[in-house]
Antibody, heavy 118, light 112 residues
Framework: QVQLVESGGGVVQPGRSLRLSCAASGFTFSNYGMQWVRQAPGKGLEWVSVIWYDGSKQYYADSVKGRFTISRDSSKNTLYLQMNSLRDEDTAVYYC???????????WGQGTTVTVSS | QLVLTQSPSASASLGASVKLTCTLSSGHSSYAIAWHQQQPEKGPRFLMKLNADGSHTKGDGIPDRFSGSSSGAERYLTVSSLQSEDEADYYCQTSDAGILVVFGGGTKLTVL
């Protein structure tokens, strides 16, 4: 079945870095764009980034632009999010999602928790 | 600016129907949206993509109790024959050509 499994979350100090991974299975990974979406404690969903199916384009929310980098490895069916210069406000559950219909998520992972704290 | 507006809360009785609303900002009334459900302590689940003309594409396994409709800048999600497991947060979401993705603030649905 179609599945997305995130990993790499944890507790990190402000200013440090963390890399999240999302392993995809059950579909042809290289045919789909992929997204990262986050949810701060008690808050709503916030879009973070999208990467096109072939990796040729990446777009970011203003809140993470210049600090986060999305990438993918189709040989490993894996999506990544490199997060640098982390801030307290980056604390959230991070979800990866398959991008279908151009810009719309149709499959979600279960999420991985990132806590930025000194 | 592309913005989606949702009421923070809604409630309806077990077995009844409820209609949730998502409003697109001025100048964006032709945009499609998606509805996502998030049950307590779970990740989101895609319900459907809803076009401006009311046509929609549902996610795998989504019951017929969930339906969508459109009118102008308004997009609706109707849940019929409400069940206890329908108590959840419902988010609408849209995109500007796949370059910018926007979520509404979410509606917390309580089943009485």
């Amino acid at each position: 079945q179609v599945q997305l499994v995130e990993s790499g979350g944890g507790v990190v100090q402000p200013g440090r870095s963390l890399r999240l991974s999302c392993a995809a299975s059950g579909f042809t990974f290289s045919n789909y764009g992929m997204q990262w979406v986050r949810q701060a404690p008690g808050k709503g969903l916030e879009w973070v980034s999208v990467i096109w199916y072939d990796g040729s384009k990446q777009y970011y929310a203003d809140s993470v632009k210049g600090r986060f980098t999305i990438s993918r490895d189709s040989s490993k069916n894996t999506l990544y999010l490199q997060m640098n210069s982390l801030r307290d406000e980056d604390t959230a559950v991070y979800y990866c999602a398959r991008d279908n219909f151009v810009g719309f998520q149709d499959v979600w992972g279960q999420g991985t928790t990132v806590t930025v704290s000194s | 600016q592309l913005v989606l507006t949702q009421s923070p809360s809604a409630s309806a009785s077990l077995g009844a129907s409820v209609k949730l609303t998502c409003t697109l900002s001025s100048g964006h009334s032709s945009y499609a949206i998606a509805w996502h459900q998030q049950q307590p302590e779970k990740g989101p689940r895609f319900l459907m993509k809803l076009n401006a003309d009311g046509s929609h594409t549902k996610g795998d396994g989504i019951p017929d109790r969930f339906s969508g409709s459109s009118s102008g800048a308004e997009r609706y999600l109707t849940v019929s024959s409400l069940q206890s497991e329908d108590e959840a947060d419902y988010y609408c979401q849209t995109s500007d050509a796949g370059i910018l993705v926007v979520f509404g603030g979410g509606t917390k649905l309580t089943v009485l």
